[in-house]
């Protein structure tokens, strides 16, 4: 009888969420094709349920979290869950070969994750070859239920996705690009919402448009789902006021224009407080240096409700693609909440300090024609990343030895002027990690280079936020620059973009037992081979049912 009494209780619970929050969210995520039309053109695309950008996936802080993923398509999949922590749960980051196999045609495998601690804006995305171009999607993290936001409560709270679109097939893009040892095309149009607004020679091509009512305030939950461009976003006539990044508060500020690596969020309120008509809404490319970009910018509006569709739309003019000074506005005034309830830990001492050069090289292929019998990689500490073909939190787990080797440099192996022009391209291979101890405070210095071309790097850690301490132009100066570390209220996130001729500098606290982090420099250059790992200690909960290993 008391048993029963129990499962009547859970039933009333579920039954009845307005009264008792159910704390398991669960999703079924079906891999399969979708034809698109998109600049005049239809191809084929990988989604999630048919839609692009995919479903949004909505969970309360502390949730526990079920997305059973079912690939139906002909490539090899997984889900990377972009920013969650994954405390213990390692086995459902979803980086293939790095925390799991992938998922193979026909088969599925359920992800299984608690949102510990978190609440904000992330993204999933496939994270195996160039999947994620087209299988992404936003992670809403509400607060606990009476838990209020730390700024005025908005009327309506609205998904932004900033992405790019290919007219050709991804995966050939990027198997063209390895296979003749050159740079991938880039993308042939950004995205607001899966559009790309008016395109001048096609006529048909519509636009995504946000219904705003007069005198109301709105939350945009905005992400960068791109693979390669760091990119602005701004909206004619109005003022957008940051509250968040990473899913992790901020200090408010306003501003006109915001810029988002690949990887990162950006929540920002903005209050419909001009007189009704349509605003231009656009999203163009970040680059300061002398790289091939798609240099096409998104067009969508912001529509006042009332507004006749046949009503002029108010412009605006995106910032130059080498806008440095707009871009450090916004990155420069970042900073952590720091209130009673969210304060920034921020370690003061460091156990740990590395220092990481991120760039590319270019190394021998005699299959590569194209490229004069050479390949561009990309590296860190000279050290091009070889994918295994044994997860390496498998390999972990099991003492699976002859996967990888613990040797990672903790710093670069020759030092040079690393924002210059060294005389050696080549760099090495090798499948390498760099162990932490449980609880170990860690300084890394990420150090952008000139070896071929100086250029921005977004980089994301697996399993850890941590706080952008400093930053600057040229080569890092250990004795002088830290000096200037902000160690009060640094901006706390996930994702940061390495500026290009530059250097950052993050501090975190390796509290997660048993993880698999990694480094990962996002977009093209993770394709080309840059991914090194950083293990720290303890262990995870056993393997998930389910789990197939990597053969």
């Not at 990988?46 to 996936?57: A, Q």
């Not at 009476?146 to 908005?154: D, H, I």
């Amino acid at each position: 009888m008391k048993c029963s009494w129990v499962r009547l209780l859970v039933l009333v619970a579920c039954l009845l969420p307005a009264l008792v929050e159910c704390r398991v969210r669960k999703y079924t995520f079906n891999v399969v094709w979708k034809n698109t039309s998109s600049l005049c053109a239809s191809k084929p695309i990988v989604t999630v349920n048919g839609h692009f950008p995919g479903p949004t996936l909505y969970a309360r802080e502390d949730d526990t979290v079920l997305v059973r993923v079912v690939n139906q398509v002909k490539y090899n999949v997984s889900i990377h869950w972009h920013g969650v922590r994954q405390l213990r749960t390692g086995w459902s980051d979803g980086p293939a070969y790095i925390t799991q196999c992938p998922i193979p045609t026909g088969q599925s495998f359920l992800y299984n994750f608690t949102l510990t601690g978190q609440r904000g804006t992330l993204l999933w995305h496939a994270h195996i070859l160039w999947l994620r171009a087209t299988v992404h999607g936003a992670i809403v993290i509400l607060p606990k239920r009476g838990v209020p936001y730390p700024f005025p409560k908005p009327h309506k709270e609205v998904v932004v996705i900033l992405a790019e679109w290919w007219k050709s097939d991804v995966e050939a893009v990027i198997n063209e690009a390895l296979s003749s040892g050159l740079a991938p095309n880039v993308s042939d149009a950004h995205t607001i919402n899966g559009h790309p607004g008016p395109v001048s020679n096609c006529p048909s091509q519509g636009g995504y448009s946000l219904q705003v009512e007069p005198g109301k305030t709105y939350l945009l939950r905005i992400i960068n789902a791109a693979l390669n461009e760091e990119l602005f976003f701004k909206i004619a006539g109005h003022q957008l006021t940051v509250v968040e990044v990473d899913a992790l508060y901020t200090k408010p500020f306003k501003i006109d224009t915001l810029v988002i690596a690949p990887g990162q969020t950006t929540n920002a309120l903005i209050s419909a407080d001009q007189n009704s008509g349509k605003y231009l809404m656009t999203t163009s490319p970040f680059m300061d240096s002398p790289i091939a970009v798609d240099n096409f910018t998104a067009k969508a509006t912001l529509h006042y409700s009332g507004t006749l569709a046949s009503s002029p739309t108010t412009l605006t003019n995106p910032p130059p693609q080498n806008a440095t000074a707009v871009a450090n506005k916004f990155t420069n005034s970042l900073r952590s909440l720091n209130s009673k309830k969210y304060p920034a830990k921020v370690p003061l001492t460091v156990d740990h300090s590395l220092f990481i050069t991120v760039g590319l090289g270019i190394n021998p292929c005699a299959t590569c024609a194209a490229g004069n019998g050479s390949r561009a990689v990309a590296s860190m500490n000279n050290v091009t990343f070889v994918m295994p073909t044994t997860a390496l939190l498998q390999a972990h787990y099991f003492n699976i030895s002859g996967v990888y080797t613990t040797d990672f440099p903790a710093k670069p192996p020759v030092a040079f002027n690393y924002t210059g022009s060294p005389k050696n391209l080549q760099t090495m291979n090798g499948t390498k990690v760099y162990r932490l101890s449980y609880n170990s405070t860690v300084q890394v210095v990420l150090q952008d280079t000139g070896i071929i071309a100086n250029e921005n790097h977004p980089v994301h850690l697996h399993g850890f936020n941590f706080f952008a301490v400093g930053k600057g132009l040229g080569n890092y100066n250990p004795k002088t620059d830290p000096q200037n570390f902000n160690l009060v209220d640094p901006v706390e996130r996930n994702t940061v973009g390495v500026p290009s001729g530059g250097w950052v500098a993050f501090r975190f606290l390796a509290n997660n037992p048993g993880s698999l982090v990694h480094a990962l420099p996002l977009g093209s250059a993770h394709n080309l081979g840059t991914e090194n790992g950083i293990l720290s200690g303890k262990r995870q909960r056993p393997r998930p049912v389910g789990y197939t290993p990597s053969k």
